[in-house]
């Protein structure tokens, strides 16, 4: 149960903090019309997710017993991973972000959430495993991991936002950069379990 709770706390707070169009988005969204705007756009993924890994996992089911096809989905996890870990550690400060229209916060970034290619890539190759392995060991774990993976997730954006109004326009906090990099090496340290998962599936 701790592992599974550790995991969720790890992969959320990654999450929470990685550069990408749904992060672009909170801050936009915080820079230009305050921090209630920001705390709206960061709840999105508890509006687009759901569908998400309902379809995930309905994929998942027809082949979680097939060892070559779970390890071409842990290859890929270890991949997404890897491409996360990369981008978290070369990200710099945020700035500030033109060009994003006034209107619904929430509506806006649910949009941009849905139709990104990291949600989808994430559940298919890492969630949606993770919660059909912990099914089977224990009903309540998947939903232990959920919990603690959307706390950290949208707790970590509704902090960012909060951070950016309190401070204005620019954030000059560096310790967030130690933060992220630090979270790149557990994702970098995920995708070697992932790598090693897949090798012992694939040979």
């Given at each position: ?56 996992l309905l994929f ?8 070559p096809i779970m ?73 232990l991991f959920l ?57």
């Amino acid at each position: 149960m701790f592992s599974i709770i550790v995991t969720g706390t790890f992969l959320g707070f990654s999450a929470g903090l990685s550069p990408g169009p749904l992060m672009t988005i909170v801050i936009a969204k915080t820079l230009q019309h305050g921090t209630r705007e920001g705390i709206k756009a960061s709840f999105a993924p508890l509006i687009t997710d759901a569908p998400i890994i309902v379809a995930t996992l309905l994929f998942l089911k027809p082949v979680a017993h097939l060892d070559p096809i779970m390890g071409m989905l842990a290859l890929g996890g270890a991949a997404l991973l890897f491409y996360l870990g990369h981008e978290n550690w070369t990200a710099p400060l945020p700035g500030q972000i033109q060009n994003v229209n006034a209107g619904s916060s929430i509506r806006q970034a649910a949009l941009v959430n849905i139709f990104s290619p990291n949600p989808w890539l994430f559940w298919l190759t890492v969630g949606a495993p993770i919660l059909h392995e912990e099914w089977a060991k224990h009903p309540a774990y998947p939903f232990l991991f959920l919990i603690f993976f959307y706390a950290l997730l949208l707790g970590s954006k509704t902090v960012i936002a909060c951070s950016l109004g309190i401070y204005g326009h620019f954030l000059k906090d560096k310790q967030r950069i130690l933060v992220i990099r630090f979270l790149s090496c557990i994702l970098f340290i995920y995708a070697f379990i992932l790598l090693w998962k897949a090798w012992g599936l694939l040979f």
